[in-house]
């Protein structure tokens, strides 16, 4: 996967199990497509020290979401 030349996206990661709020970061973004249900989806660099982790954002409620459970 290819980083997306200076693309960035601002992205809401949460933790449904537990129910934390880990804030709207400020992720470089890797690539963008359609989930498995065909909704738009999103590879970022996690924000939290991670650079090597890629995570999946979801559009949830008008704003990507990142779920981190």
């Known amino acids: 996967m290819n980083v ?3 693309n960035t996206l601002s992205v809401k990661f949460v ?3 537990t129910g ?3 804030g709207v970061h400020e992720c470089q973004l890797f690539d963008m497509s359609l989930n498995e249900q065909q909704a738009p989806a999103a590879i ?3 924000p939290f020290g991670l650079q090597d982790t890629k995570l999946m954002a ?3 409620d008008n704003k990507w979401t990142c779920d981190l459970d």
């Open 20 to 22: 934390q709020d880990c």
């Open 44 to 46: 970022v660099c996690s």
């Open 58 to 60: 979801l559009f949830v």
């Open 15 to 17: 933790n449904n199990g």
């Open 4 to 6: 997306v030349s200076g």
